[in-house]
């Protein structure tokens, strides 16, 4: 009898001691449930059953109950206001969407119950519903979306979208940031109203003309090891994914640039730090895409949750060093009277380090900005870097006009760093430069809540109110694919950026960086470092594309990217 007892005790304490995490992650859980539930109201609850104990237990009754609540929880004055604004949101967009076009929705899950589950499915879907809602002859230029309750009006045509873009009111970013601010607050990209105001103003000055010269000397340096590193691959015959090179460049370059540091992450150094960045981006997708992981307890029980945490940590804790670190230099040199000119880098730090007391900035604030231009500033640049690559291995005949145009600027000069005069000259490769940002555009949405009603003009009905407090969301690939401003546009076909073209162009058809007030801070910054970056490459290299465009599809993540990467054959334009 005592054996059979001791075997279950034995077993029971193996269960409880595998399973400790587990009930670790389940009592963290719960905390953090504890106190976000502070913020909403509820029916009441027991331990043990929780509300259960309070539900009805015959249908009609439970139905009333459940009408209370909603009365209740919703709509009273000390309710959470967002439901208030929820409820009234979706009774107009009901009635308003009635006059425009969309996917079909179901109850619960909306519109996203018809979605394909697989990205390429999912691309395919996009594109069809943007030619359909955007290019038909009776298209209005918008479509309705239902993300589960949510009423969503995408935005397919340049003339719309400008009516938003050129708004002053209409500056508020919608939810879809949230998970991006637990990681670079509330800076430049994701606040709103005044602090953007000041923000913006202050940060201008770090896009200044002068200050991108100085950053262009990065770029050359940099540019130079990422082709010495590709040398290494150049052998005619092999194939190989070129887009993790062209990130490591670029994250190079930003923590240069924004920190004033070195992190070598293209001869393998910092893995630490570069790899959180990465499993930072990777995890905000993920967070984005399935709205399952917006219930935090789901979301931590998945166990994304604490390795977001933790990732988010590494890098931050990396900035705040960064800065700590910085500011004890710059505070010694000051005392010290010294101006060590040769090793002076003006990195966008240095210039909030200098603004920080003028503008009663934190060193959090700081550190807020420069983990925003660390977002912001290299996965952008990478994608548009390696989508032109990808589309001249692609299209021999304009790879060779390319090279052309380099051979005039630098002869058989193959180590020579560009200079400005030798980028002015270099129109061609800028041409081909843009028309991927139009193909491709590395941040293919971006999305707004309103917080002022728009009216949009129909070609047939009266005009389609979008109220304030909806979300809206700019389809900026289908806005540049409008057949009125390009005449082939699904092709990549550069003389869309010739000077005849460009000036007889519509300004709001091409809108890579956005537009108006909130427009891309960094567009002149991107454009020159993809310049001088892949200036370096077709100078050095002949490149061949191992996939086509359109078969392999470019999918949207954090940014645009192609889906099996960018395979590519690298062989020597010099004789070494
Ligand atoms: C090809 C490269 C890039 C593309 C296509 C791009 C595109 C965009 C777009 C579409 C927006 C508007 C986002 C929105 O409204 O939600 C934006 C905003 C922004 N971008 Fe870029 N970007 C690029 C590179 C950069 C770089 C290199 C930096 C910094 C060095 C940068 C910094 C920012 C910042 C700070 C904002 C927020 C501006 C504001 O709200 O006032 N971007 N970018």
Redesign the pocket.
């Known amino acids: 009898m005592i054996l059979p007892i001791l075997l279950i005790l034995t077993y029971l304490i193996y269960k409880i001691i595998c399973s400790r995490d587990k009930l670790l992650e389940l009592h963290k859980i719960r905390r953090i449930c504890i106190e976000e539930f502070k913020k909403f109201q509820g029916p009441p609850y027991v331990p043990i059953f929780g509300s259960t104990w309070y539900f009805s237990r015959d249908a009609v009754g439970l139905e009333r109950q459940r009408l209370g609540w909603q009365r209740d929880f919703a709509w009273s004055a000390d309710s959470c206001g967002l439901m208030k604004v929820w409820f009234e949101v979706r009774a107009i967009c009901k009635i308003e969407f009635e006059k425009i076009r969309g996917p079909p929705s179901v109850p619960v899950f909306g519109s996203t119950w018809y979605f394909k589950r697989d990205p390429v499915g999912l691309a395919r879907q996009g594109q069809g519903w943007s030619l359909d809602y955007g290019c038909s002859a009776d298209a209005s230029g918008l479509a309705k979306f239902w993300m589960g309750p949510l009423p969503i009006a995408a935005i397919l045509h340049g003339n719309i979208a400008k009516q938003i873009f050129d708004s002053s009111e209409n ?1 508020t ?1 919608s939810s ?2 949230n998970k991006v601010r637990e990681w670079i607050g509330d ?5 709103t109203n005044e602090k ?1 105001r000041s ?2 103003k202050l ?1 201008t000055h770090a ?1 200044h003309f002068k200050v991108l010269q100085q950053y262009q000397k990065i770029f050359c340096v940099q540019g130079k090891v990422l082709t010495d590193v590709l040398q290494l691959r150049a052998n005619g015959k092999v194939a190989f994914d070129i887009l993790p090179y062209i990130k490591r460049c670029t994250l190079d370059i ?1 923590c240069e ?2 920190m004033g540091v070195s992190i070598g992450s293209q001869r393998g150094s910092n893995d630490k730090y570069v790899s959180s960045v990465k499993r930072v981006s990777e995890l905000i997708w993920k967070y984005e895409t399935y709205p399952i992981n917006w219930f935090k307890p789901f979301w931590y029980l998945s166990g994304r949750g604490y390795e977001f945490d933790k990732n988010v940590k590494i890098s931050t804790d990396f900035t705040r060093n960064v800065i700590e670190k910085r500011k004890l230099e710059l505070e010694n040199r000051n005392k010290e009277n010294q101006k060590d000119e040769e090793n002076e880098k003006l990195a ?1 730090l240095d210039l909030l380090l200098q603004a920080q007391k003028e503008q009663n900035l934190s060193d959090e604030d700081i550190r807020e ?1 420069v983990d ?2 660390m977002f ?3 996965d ?2 990478s ?2 870097i390696t989508f032109t690559i990808w589309f001249l291995g692609q299209n021999p005949e304009y790879q060779q006009k390319v090279q052309d145009e380099l051979d005039e600027i630098f002869g058989e000069d193959f180590e020579r760093a560009p200079t400005s005069e030798d980028l002015k000259r270099m129109v061609y490769l800028e041409q081909c430069i843009k028309e991927t ?1 139009r193909i491709t ?3 293919p949405f ?3 809540r309103l917080t002022e009603d728009v009216y949009v003009p129909h070609p047939t009905k009266s005009p389609v109110r979008l109220p304030a407090g909806m979300s809206i969301l ?1 389809n ?1 690939i289908a806005i540049m694919k409008d057949p009125r401003h390009f005449e082939r546009p699904h092709e990549f076909f550069p003389d869309h950026f010739d000077p005849i073209r460009t000036a007889q162009r519509e300004a709001f058809a091409y ?4 537009a108006g ?7 002149k ?3 020159l ?2 310049k001088i970056l892949l200036s370096w490459i077709f100078r050095r290299f002949i490149v061949e594309s191992q996939t086509k465009f359109p078969d392999e599809i470019p999918i949207a993540e954090l ?1 645009l990217k192609p889906l099996n990467g960018t395979s590519v054959i690298l062989k020597n334009r010099q004789k070494l």
Do not use: D, M
Not at 187 to 191: D, K
Not at 511 to 514: G, H, L, T
């Open positions: 500056i970013k879809q940031y800076g430049l990209l994701v606040s953007w923000r913006r940060l896009f930003i640039t924004a966008f900005e925003t231009f912001e500033g290299h952008t640049t994608s548009g940002l555009p590395p941040v971006v999305s707004r700019i900026i809108v890579p960086f956005s007030p909130r427009n891309c801070i960094g567009q910054f991107a454009l470092e993809e940014v």
